[in-house]
């Protein structure tokens, strides 16, 4: 389609095949850099295949995305899905603009978005609670600091350095490390300092096991908030400090008050989820990160009116008029329920006389989003499926 702004997604992950879902019917093209397996089999023939990969060659992805805009005359529209992408193209940033339109505010702003040093420091310097953190060079000085509350989290800055495929097999995919006197750490640091020299050191909020939650949005050039929602964590893995297995969506205005001023102090345009979290003795609300992105749940935004993928290309393209008619379509509220078919099924097979932690009342309180089982794609979604859980056996 010549002229026609291209959408592209530039790797397959739960968080892209959600996009892939939110973009399919759409009169524009939708590409994908991808070389091969994982969730490929539930993709159908309306996306075009780039067997290319920006972990392995991300200098032939640019130069395929400039062929793109050289060959079309049109701007590639980049929707990010994960943090090691906003890395790839913070990297190629000077290459790709202005040929290709990528998802990322000003360098400064993406500093505070993405540096979670940068961005406790502008939580702290405009009185919006977070947890306190220690910074650590761990190539440099590793000692943690004598006056803060154990057990504490270690956590990177730059959260794409633990996702890389090496990386996260290497620390088994976690998020964070829990640390709980000061050995642990010592023999921790060896593993650690291959993938990351700056850390964080950080105090952990006491919150219930429903106490997680996020502020998910939408926001214009300007960082103003044009529409957004709250969802509540229900069951995560691993415990705490995981991701989300089942979500929520949640009537909260008071997170949803201090999630817009969370996002509208550091002014991120786009697509955003602050994580927020409830301290269970003193009900206080913590930021505890953003992700300057599309992430795992987007889809709820469907249910509640919104496509906010759509609204992000629309955006992006110029097109106030479709802008203003998605915005539109939101209605009232709903409680709705997003679950993470493989990970919720492989927690079930693994604590099936364990009824308290299945969470078996919340499928019959909110309406469902599945995010990968649809009829039409019941066959590769089951096959999928049986080779997880059979090492499970």
Known sequence: MH???????????PTSYGIYKNLRDTPFPLHLYHKGGGLEPLLGKDIILH?????DEPEAVVHDLLQAHAASGATPIIMASSDYELAFMEKYRKDLEPAVSLPLPS??????????????????ETGIRSPRSHFLDILNSA???????????????????????VASRAIRGRKVFVIRKPEEWSSLQATIRKFSSELLAQ????????????YCCYADKSGKVLWGFVTQKILQYPENFGTALLCRTVDRPDIETFGRRTIETVG?????????????????????EINSRHWIQHRLSTRLGVNISLLDYFYRSGQRT????????SGPFKHVLWIDDFGYLTHLAKNFFRLRRL???AFFKNSLEFSYMEKSKLAPFLSMLMRRLLPLR
Do not use: C, Q
Request: cysteine-free.
């Open 359 to 361: 969470h078996l009342p």
């Open 143 to 165: 000692v943690l600091p004598t006056d803060m509350r154990w057990p504490i989290l270690i956590k990177p800055i730059h959260s794409h350095e633990w996702k890389t495929t």
């Open 107 to 124: 360098p400064e702003i993406s500093r505070l978005a993405n540096n979670k040093h940068a961005f406790y420091t502008k939580m702290r």
């Open 51 to 55: 067997r290319l990969s920006i972990e």
């Open 322 to 329: 479709m802008v203003e008619e998605i915005l539109s379509g």
């Open 203 to 214: 105090e952990i909020i006491d919150a219930s096991e429903d106490g997680h939650y996020s």
């Open 3 to 13: 002229n026609i702004p291209a959408a592209y997604l530039l790797s397959l992950n």
């Open 268 to 288: 991120l345009p786009g697509v955003s989820e602050t994580e927020v979290v409830i301290d269970r003795n003193t009900g206080e609300l913590s930021a505890l």
